[in-house]
């Protein structure tokens, strides 16, 4: 039970951080469309392999971030111009009209494992984030580095990624048009979330010079 906390955590942030439309989720969707889902959750369990080693390697370096205080600090410094910087462009960008996202073209009709491991792998935006995330976590207290806790952490992201990409590839084609709501405002939605993400850091560093 004690290691429950982070399977949930790593499930949470993975599906929160898989959830916006972008090349991965929306290419397991085209697949899912174009080719049957089989074939889609071959290509999404290829992309959530390398989101494992991703987070693995993520928080081998957030171990070594952890024992120094002042990075930590110094990233949760990061962290809130970071999410301001984000929430002011997700609220800006969602007033622009945006074309829709560009897919990975399918032409071969090989083992759809071996590309979601290669677009996966393209994108490196996991392990930034999941060496803040940890490092985050474990500075409240939420999170420690050791192994059963690391094991259970990566497990949950694991998972998380992947039903990030069954939503899409099960939901997508049929609520293409009742999503368009929330497709439309996906970047107020996430703007406010960074945005509450970013008050609640910004009162952790000034608890921290105060006491």
Not at 65 to 71: F, R
Not at 167 to 186: D, G, H, P, R, S
Request: charge should be positive; charged fraction near 15%; aromatic fraction near 18%.
């Amino acid at each position: 039970m004690v290691y429950s906390l982070p399977l949930l955590l790593g499930f949470i942030t993975s599906a929160i951080g898989i959830t916006p439309p972008g090349l991965i989720n929306m290419t397991a969707a085209k697949v899912s469309i174009e080719e049957g889902r089989i074939r889609a959750y071959i290509f999404a369990l290829g992309a959530t392999c390398v989101i494992l080693i991703q987070t693995f390697i993520a928080i081998v370096f957030a171990k070594f971030i952890d024992n120094t205080p002042e990075i930590v600090i110094l990233l949760r410094e990061i962290g809130l111009v970071l999410f301001l910087a984000l929430t002011i462009y997700f609220f800006w960008t969602s007033k622009i009209h945006k074309p829709k996202e560009k897919l990975a073209k399918l032409r071969s009709k090989r083992s759809r494992f071996f590309l979601g491991m290669l677009l996966s792998a393209l994108n490196l935006f996991p392990i930034p984030f999941y060496v803040f995330i940890s490092v985050t976590l474990a500075s409240y207290n939420y999170f420690t580095f050791e192994k059963p806790f690391i094991w259970s952490f990566v497990i949950g992201s694991g998972i998380g990624s992947f039903f990030a990409f069954y939503c899409y590839i099960v939901f997508f084609k049929k609520m293409e048009t009742k999503t368009a709501f929330i497709l439309k405002n996906i970047n107020y939605i996430i703007g406010s979330i960074t945005g509450l993400v970013a008050l609640i850091t910004l009162i952790n560093i000034i608890k921290y010079y105060l006491s």
